[in-house]
């Protein structure tokens, strides 16, 4: 089955920067575009940034555009999401996905929480 295994996620203060990964296995990696999606406490999946399957496409929300990075390593079966420049507002339980841009996302793990704060 599709197992999504989230990580990286931590307290961190403003301006500083995180790495996020997803493991990803029980599907063919390499064939499926990957997103990664946020929510935060109180709110609605906020979509953040998708890449295509062999990872020369990606797409990024207004939001985090110029702050974080989305990349994958098909090898591995890992995806991956550096975030730099952090503010409180990014405060959020992150998800990686096996749907590429557009949606719909379910999250499927259990997400890494990102704490933004001094």
């Known amino acids: 089955q599709v197992q999504l295994v989230e990580s990286g996620g931590g307290l961190v203060q403003p301006g500083g920067s995180l790495r996020l990964s997803c493991a990803a296995s029980g599907f063919p990696f390499s064939l499926y575009a990957m997103s990664w999606v946020r929510q935060a406490p109180g709110k609605g999946l906020e979509w953040l940034s998708s890449i295509g399957n062999t990872g020369e496409s990606t797409r990024y929300a207004d939001s985090v555009k110029g702050r974080v990075t989305i990349s994958r390593a098909n090898a591995e079966n890992t995806l991956s999401l550096q975030m730099n420049s952090l503010k409180p507002e990014d405060t959020a339980v992150y998800y990686c996905?096996?749907?590429?841009?557009?949606?719909?996302?379910?999250?499927r793990g259990q997400g890494t929480q990102v704490t933004v704060s001094s």
């Open positions: 996905s096996n749907v590429g841009f557009g949606g719909p996302y379910s999250p």
